[in-house]
Structure formats: C-alpha cells, structure tokens
C-alpha cells in the first residue's frame, strides 16, 4: 500500500464512510478506525463499536446484496 494515499484518505474530513464487506477485512477495519470521517457505517461484527458509528446486522444472510440493503433501508428510514 502507498502510505502517503493511506495518509491522505484517512485523514479526509468526509461526512460518511461506508464500508462495503460483508465479513471483517484488517485493513478495513483499520482504515474506518483511524478515519476522520464524520459518521462511518458498516457491517454488524464482534468488536465493532471502534469501526463504526451505526452497524448492519447481516447474520442471516452475509452478502453483499444484504448490506446494501440493510444501508439503503436505514438511510430511507433517517430520511423520511
């Protein structure tokens, strides 16, 4: 990984970052960690509270297609 693109990109003030995978991935993790977004979104794991601000639980059905759904339905619930 190029350190200096890391570097910028968590330090980015951006208002949300999405973590779009379905199982914990290290680096991810760490990049949400460290990262100075406003608010931070991803999926339910063991942990999770250091990751992320809201957390989707896709226990019952962990794929991708599930998280976005799970995201899509909480933004239309927050939205309206």
Do not use: C, W
Request: proline share 6%; no cysteine.
């Amino acid at each position: 990984p190029d350190k200096q693109k890391l570097s910028t990109f968590i330090h980015n003030d951006f208002d949300l970052l999405i973590t779009l995978a379905e199982i914990p991935v290290l680096p991810l993790k760490a990049l949400s960690a460290y990262s100075n977004a406003k608010y931070r979104i991803g999926p339910l794991i063991d942990g999770g509270l250091y990751y992320y601000d809201a957390m989707m639980d896709i226990k019952r059905s962990p794929d991708l297609a599930t998280l976005i759904h799970e995201i899509d339905f909480y933004f239309k619930v927050i939205t309206t």
